[in-house]
Every structure is written in structure tokens, then in C-alpha cells.
């Protein structure tokens, strides 16, 4: 089948080639010979000096000019030819990274095998295997010992990118030739460490149909609870404007701590977390940091209220930003619709992602001070509908304990609903038709080979023409 990547140049180039047509019909009369010399001076009148002929003359000089400029027009179009296509294609994107180990990584090479090689063992797509990078393999290299060699090897020590996978699609997809659809696997243990801001962007601009997420087989060893780290809840401290607090407060005494509201001056050192709900003033901040120093966790939540804190937060702010409103990730697995926020920016240097918007945007870090740990979060805690969501609770507490699950949790945990729904693209077809993306690149490259016809007939115009004179 032929496509045309810009049709519009060649309906351009076969409305020039009607130029040459015109050009053919029109005859301009030839001097005439008189009896007397003298008449020569006489200018002809110009009404009979043109006249339009009922049939073109030079007809093959005609053909050929016609034929050059349909083929430049033709070239201009980017022609590329696809063979004839059926069935559908299969696109593994196969996750080697070190959340694959144990059980996970024999089970993926073996969902891959299912998927790629058919019954005859010839391969019915083609595979990309990334880790912090992606390597595509052709579908001529997909073979039956490249699986078993898959098999016998152990995934990587490193953290997955899931855009660096998600980046390989639209180049190995124009490679599968045959095929009238592609459908897309994503083989992976599904780990918070292989998010990045900005996930969602490169999701949707990636690839127009939904992704396949089979769920895989996990080792204790390799992948956490995507829930909050268990542990003995403490004494909890909430830092709030008069009236504030009572939601913050209202969840953390719902799942098991004691909650003080008194001065910071007053706090003890039994105190394990502190929210910081409102502006504190520098000798206060400085209390919270000493606080955090020694073992506590100190969370602060807003623009407003980070302002007495400084560089000590774990977070490097770009600006107020517009308002923004949505759901957060957090790290620990939990979903907070209805939170609102406006500070824009992102984890300081050596801070961890906790959370994130449902954009990919982050939304909250984390980072040790001494034996405790500061928690910024960009959300306010108390804002828009986020305190009646039925995860508040859950998320107040995960954050609470973020200390206890620094590191480890963020790294292990795997992604919730909410976030493998982005993944997938739900509401998206599951097999894309290739015609939706062949015309941007895909098939065999004609645009080369019409150029050199339209450079042989132009050659052969201009001799012919040299010769009619």
C-alpha cells in the first residue's frame, strides 16, 4: 500500500502539472513573408499574434514535463510503501532492572515468549529491554535462544525508567512491517523507583493505545507493600493556625497516635511527628529542625507554611506557580484525591520523591537530618476536599512515619491503582492500526527513488528539447 506523509504537496505538484498543459495549447503566430521589404516594419496586431490551438502539440515533450513535476510533487509528499499488512503485532517492553529479581524475572522472559514467538517458533513482534535506558531488539533477533539466553541471565542492580521504555515505542513499532495493529506489553514489576516527574506527559504522547500490564510474581526480597511501613505509633504534634488542625489531628488519632496541640516550646523529646500546618517563626522553625535532629519527623505541609524553614526543606521551589488542584501519589502507595497546592519545584539535592501529582509533577520530598527526617509536602494537608477522601487517614499516617520508610518503601513499593491506570491508558484502544502512525514514518522509503526518476526525466526533457530546435 502507498502512503503519502504530507498529501497535500502532491495534490500541489498535479495542479502544477496542468501549467505545461496550458502551455502546450497556446501557438504564437509565425512572421510571414511579404512581397515588400518595407511592410517588415510594420507591427503586427497583437489580437492575432497568439492563438489557442484545440490539441497540444509536442505531445511527448508534453508527457515528460507533465511527469517531472508530478514526480517532484510526488517526492515532496514523502512516499513510502507498506506491505500488505494483517493481523496484529506484539510489542514487549521488558523490564530488567533490579526490582525484577527472584520469581518476577522468570516469569516476565516468560510472558515475553508467549507473546513473541508463535507456534512455529518465528517471532510475531519485536522486544525493547530497559532498564535506566532502553535497547530495542529487531524482530529478526527474536528468537527462541535469545529468550532462553533472557532466561538463564539476572536482571540488573539498577532502578527501572519507565520513560525511557515508554520513549522506545514509537521506534520499534514503525519497524514492525506486515502487521495492521500493534499492541503493547509492559512486562515489570511496577515499582514507585521507575517513576519520574512528568510520567504522564510521556505516557500519553508515547503511544495513542493502552499498554497491557500483566501482574507478575514478587519476592519479599525484591518488592515491598505499596502500603504505609508498619510500626508503633507515637506521640504526634500539630502546628496550626487557632481552628486549624482538626483534620490532621481527627486522622492521625484515627489510626493510633496520641495527638498534642500545645506550643513548640512545650513539645518533648517524645514527640515522633510534627505537622507544621502554619507559619512558624524563625525560633520555632529552628526548635522543629532540632527536633528533627533528634529522631522526630517533622512534616510541613504548604507554601505558607514553609516560609520561616528556608533552605533546610528538602525542596527547591521554582516559583509560586498557578494553584493547582488533583489527586497525589504517595510514595508509600496511597492515593489522596482532592488535595489543592501552588508551590512548584522539585526534590532538593539529596532529597527522596514521596510524592507526586497525578501529572507526574512532584508534589512532596523527603530528606535525613541527623536521626529524623523533614517532609515537605506542596499540598496543604487541609485543603480542598483532600480531608474527606477516604485514604486521608491512611495518608496522614504514611506520612507521619515517612522516616521509617525513607528510602526503603519509596524504592519497593509498588505502584497503586491510580497510577498503573496512567500507565495503561485506560479508555485507549488495546491494538493501534498502523495507518494511524505509517504516515509519519513508517513502511519502505520512496522519496529517494522518485527524486532519481524525476532527475532522469528532466534529463531527457532537456534533450529532447535542445533537439526540436
Known amino acids: 500500500m502507498l502512503t503519502f506523509a504530507r498529501p497535500a504537496l502532491l495534490a500541489a505538484g498535479a495542479l502544477a502539472a496542468l501549467v505545461p498543459l496550458a502551455l502546450h495549447l497556446i501557438a504564437r503566430r509565425p512572421p510571414q513573408r511579404v512581397a515588400l521589404p518595407t511592410l517588415r516594419f510594420l507591427a503586427p496586431d497583437p489580437r492575432t499574434a497568439i492563438r489557442v490551438r484545440r490539441r497540444p502539440t509536442d505531445l511527448l515533450l508534453l508527457a515528460l514535463r507533465v511527469l517531472l513535476l508530478l514526480l517532484l510533487g510526488g517526492a515532496a509528499a514523502g512516499p513510502a510503501w507498506l506491505p500488505r499488512q494483517h493481523g496484529t503485532a506484539e510489542l514487549v517492553l521488558l523490564d530488567r532492572s533490579a526490582g525484577m529479581r527472584g520469581p518476577a524475572w522468570r516469569a516476565a522472559v516468560e510472558a515475553a515468549r508467549r507473546r513473541l514467538l508463535g507456534p512455529d517458533g518465528r517471532a510475531r513482534g519485536s522486544l525493547v529491554v530497559f532498564d535506566t535506558a532502553a535497547m530495542r531488539v529487531e524482530p529478526r533477533a527474536v528468537t527462541a535462544a535469545l529468550l532462553d539466553s533472557l532466561a538463564g541471565s539476572a536482571p540488573g542492580t539498577v532502578a ?35 517513576w519520574r516527574p512528568g510520567l504522564a506527559y510521556v505516557r500519553r504522547a508515547a503511544w495513542p493505545g493502552s499498554l497491557t500490564l500483566p501482574v507478575l510474581p514478587t519476592s519479599s526480597d525484591s518488592v515491598a507493600s505499596g502500603g504505609a511501613t508498619s510500626g508503633r505509633r507515637g506521640t504526634a504534634f500539630v502546628v496550626a493556625q487557632p481552628g486549624g488542625g482538626g483534620y490532621v489531628a481527627a486522622a492521625l488519632g484515627a489510626t493510633g497516635w496520641t495527638v498534642r496541640a500545645n506550643a513548640v516550646d512545650a513539645a518533648t523529646d517524645s514527640v515522633a511527628a510534627y505537622f507544621v500546618l502554619a507559619r512558624v517563626d524563625a525560633d520555632e522553625a529552628a526548635r522543629l529542625i532540632r527536633a528533627a535532629r533528634a529522631g522526630a519527623t517533622v512534616v510541613v505541609s504548604g507554601a505558607e507554611a514553609a516560609g520561616a524553614f528556608g533552605d533546610a526543606l528538602p525542596w527547591q521551589s521554582s516559583g509560586a506557580g498557578a494553584a493547582t488542584s488533583g489527586d ?41 537530618v541527623g536521626r529524623g527526617c523533614l517532609v515537605y509536602l506542596a499540598a496543604g494537608l487541609e485543603s480542598g476536599t483532600s480531608p474527606l477522601s477516604a485514604t486521608y487517614p491512611r495518608a496522614v499516617d504514611a506520612l507521619a512515619r515517612s522516616c521509617a520508610a525513607a528510602g526503603e518503601a519509596r524504592g519497593a513499593a509498588l505502584l497503586d491503582e491510580g497510577a498503573r491506570a496512567i500507565l495503561r491508558g485506560d479508555g485507549r484502544p488495546a491494538a493501534v492500526p498502523v495507518a494511524s502512525f505509517a504516515a509519519r514514518a513508517g513502511g519502505i522509503e520512496l522519496r529517494r527513488w522518485v527524486l532519481a526518476a524525476a532527475l532522469l526525466v528532466a534529463l531527457l526533457e532537456t534533450l529532447l528539447a535542445y533537439g526540436r530546435r
Not at 168 to 180: M, V
Not at 328 to 352: D, K, Q, V
Open 328 to 368: 497525589l501519589l504517595l510514595a508509600s502507595g496511597i492515593r489522596l484525591t482532592g488535595a489543592e497546592g501552588g508551590a512548584s519545584g522539585g526534590p532538593a539535592a539529596g532529597a527522596h520523591l514521596i510524592a507526586s501529582w497525578e501529572d507526574g509533577r512532584p508534589a512532596g520530598a523527603m530528606a535525613r
Open 160 to 194: 527501572p525508567s519507565y520513560a525511557a521504555a515508554l520513549r522506545a515505542i514509537p521506534g520499534a513499532a514503525r519497524e514492525l512491517r506486515g502487521a495492521d495493529s500493534v499492541r503493547v506489553t509492559l512486562l515489570s514489576a511496577l515499582r514507585w523507583d521507575g
